[in-house]
């Protein structure tokens, strides 16, 4: 039989030191980020080495705020092929300046606080400032791959009135914000303009008397009245 023949004619050894020939072939592939998802066909493969039948192939590597990236390659029976991939970032830089410094910043209604530089997608966005006691802003920006805006913008501040008298008429007033720092000082009645809205503190002091303090509240677009009246020493008692 073929048995017997090939005994016979010392075939054996000869098939037996015949290598086995591999009917695929190896891809091996590294991506830049590692987290890109990469497509070989359509289908989604882990980047690394892959064994792939003979054949043409298209690849795709991809990951969000990254360009794609695509590739056609051809695999022969036997043959180990290395592909490295590195996407471009697909983002522009959007930077400001904004008075006040503690301004929010949200965009296409996103909140970003108080960020003041930000990576974003190619695109049209809208952009909205707004601060306690300002007016706020907004605008469209446009943001180009690879190019940084930079905007400054300053909040106009909501202002209001105060109709302030004091006895004796004399009394130095001294005006501050909340914190302490010194708003304004005068001497006497006054009728100030255009003042920030918030909550201030006025304090009047004069030879003879005893200094007095008081609170208030100046609101948008009103006039707000306060009047002073100080203590003689004696008036105390």
């Known amino acids: 039989g073929i048995r017997d023949l090939v005994r016979s004619r010392g075939l054996g050894d000869v098939y037996k030191r015949q290598p086995l020939t591999r009917n695929s072939a190896v891809l091996n592939i590294t991506v830049q980020p590692d987290d890109a998802k990469l497509m070989i066909n359509n289908r989604q493969y882990t980047p690394g080495t892959i064994e792939l039948s003979p054949g043409n192939y298209s690849l795709s590597v991809m990951q969000s705020g990254y360009l794609t990236q695509t590739d056609k390659i051809t695999m022969e029976i036997g043959q180990t092929l290395t592909r490295s991939y590195t996407l471009e970032q697909n983002v522009g830089i959007f930077t400001l300046t904004t008075s006040p410094t503690n301004a929010t910043l949200t965009i296409n209604k996103k909140d970003y606080g108080h960020q003041r530089t930000i990576e974003l997608a190619p695109g049209l966005y809208r952009i909205e400032l707004s601060a306690d006691g300002h007016f706020p802003i907004s605008e469209n920006i446009t943001i180009i791959r690879g190019e940084t805006l930079n905007r400054s913008f300053q909040l106009e501040q909501q202002t209001g009135e105060l109709q302030f008298t004091v006895r004796p008429a004399e009394a130095h007033i001294l005006m501050s914000h909340l914190d302490g720092t010194t708003y304004k000082r005068w001497q006497g009645l ?19 008397y005893l200094p007095s303090k008081e609170t208030v509240s100046i609101a948008y677009n009103q006039r707000q009245q306060l009047s002073m009246t100080l203590m003689t020493y004696e008036g105390s008692i």
């Open 190 to 208: 006054s009728l100030e303009k255009n003042i920030p809205v918030g909550i201030y503190t006025l304090e009047a002091v004069s030879a003879g």
